[in-house]
Every structure is written in structure tokens, then in C-alpha cells.
């Protein structure tokens, strides 16, 4: 069966500071992997998705940056930190057919 | 671009009661899905219920249903005999089948209180 993993769960980082959330997929081969980001109030936004090993569509500008290394790997990075990358953030992947994405456990960040 | 809103941001409903949980999109697609998700305090997201756009037949998953109104581009969901575990975020999505991408547009949610 498909497995989804993120890491890590819960992450306090000063401003200015290099950020690195991971997700890893496990049990399918070329699924389509997506970065959200969720605010308290304004539901799910998308940040970053990928189709493809090195392809990375990015959906919001920032200071984010997404990259896909592997087929099965999917990585959220910051440079420096801002107060506004605070939030809960989701991996997510599909493979198409019936549309619907399946959920990492999400990665809580504090930026102080 | 395509736009999900739900209007009620909190509800509340009787342990064993029925609750209806609203939702309307945008679109000028005529293939696409739409999806009602469910997140629990643990902060996981699950896929309650799955609606093809080209059925006409309501979708149903045991406790929860859904009415959708193709026309009115609205896309409810029905919760019968609610239990304490569904008290959660819902949260409405839609994608369209056709993109390539699937990329999922998210509603703000509903933050649903079962109350024993």
C-alpha cells in the first residue's frame, strides 16, 4: 500500500533562518507531489507541485522554494525565514485517476 | 480561475442528529471532480467523499452524502447520526480532471462541533 511521510512534525525556527521540510512517497512510482501551506482562517493554499523529477511549478511567489530530487521525494526550502512563512504545512501526492490527493501528516513551523 | 467557498465557518450539531454542510464553486469546466475532506484535531487530512461531475447519482459513503446540484454548482454534504469523532475542519475541494495536474482548490472549511 501507498504511504505518505513528512518530516518534521514540528519545527520553531528564528527569522532569517534556512528552512527543510521533507516528504516521501512509498508503494507508487511517478506520482504527481504537492506542497501546501495552511493558514489559520484561509483554508489550503498551494505553494508548489511537481510532476516530474526536477520539474517544479511554483503557484504562489515567496521565498520558497520547492525541489524534486527523486522520483519519490518532494522538498520545501527557505533560504531565510520570514514571520509570514509561519503555518501548518501539508505534502501531498496523486497519480490522477479519480483526482483526489492523499495527505502527509503535516509539518507545524514557528518562525520567532 | 476556479473558486470554492463554504459559508459557514463553524457549526454545531447534536451527537446522533443530521448536519448539512455547504459548498459552491466557480468553474466554466464541464469534467472535474469534487471532494469533501475531513480534518480531526490530529491534523491529518482525509477524504470523506468523492463526487465525478458527469455522474448524476449522488455520492454516498455510509454516514455521509452528498447533494449535488451541477447546475447551481453546488456541492453540500450530509452528515447523518453524527458522532463525536466527526467533529473535525471540513473542507470542500475541487479539481479539474482534465488539467494534467490535479491541482486541488481549497473552500476555508467548516469547523464542525459534535456536542454529546
Known amino acids: 500500500s501507498q504511504t505518505i511521510h513528512q518530516w518534521p512534525a514540528t519545527l520553531v525556527q528564528p527569522v532569517g533562518s534556512p528552512l527543510s521540510l521533507e516528504c516521501t512517497v512509498e508503494g507508487t512510482s511517478n506520482p504527481n507531489l504537492y506542497w501546501y501551506r495552511q493558514a489559520a482562517g484561509r483554508g489550503l493554499q498551494l505553494l508548489f507541485y511537481s510532476v516530474g523529477i526536477g520539474q517544479i511549478s511554483s503557484e504562489v511567489p515567496q521565498n520558497l522554494s520547492a525541489s524534486r530530487p527523486q522520483d519519490r521525494q518532494f522538498i520545501l526550502s527557505s533560504k531565510k525565514l520570514l514571520l509570514s512563512d509561519s503555518g501548518f504545512y501539508l505534502c501531498?501526492?496523486?497519480?490522477?485517476?479519480?483526482?483526489?490527493?492523499?495527505f502527509g501528516e503535516g509539518s507545524r513551523l514557528t518562525v520567532l | 480561475a476556479q473558486t470554492v467557498t463554504q459559508s459557514q465557518p463553524e457549526m454545531s450539531v447534536q451527537e446522533a442528529e443530521t448536519v448539512t454542510l455547504s459548498c459552491t464553486y466557480d468553474t466554466s469546466e464541464n469534467n472535474y471532480y469534487l471532494f469533501w475532506y475531513k480534518q480531526p484535531p490530529s491534523r491529518q487530512m482525509i477524504l470523506v467523499i468523492r463526487q465525478e461531475a458527469y455522474k448524476q447519482q449522488n455520492a454516498t459513503e455510509n454516514r455521509f452524502s452528498v447533494n449535488f446540484q451541477k447546475a447551481a454548482k453546488s456541492f453540500s454534504l450530509k452528515i447523518s447520526d453524527s458522532q463525536l469523532g466527526d467533529t473535525a475542519m471540513y473542507f470542500c475541494a475541487f479539481t479539474d480532471s482534465g488539467a494534467g495536474s490535479y491541482q486541488l482548490t481549497f473552500g476555508k472549511g467548516t469547523k464542525l462541533s459534535v456536542i454529546p
Open positions: 501531498a501526492w496523486t497519480t490522477g485517476g479519480t483526482g483526489e490527493l492523499f
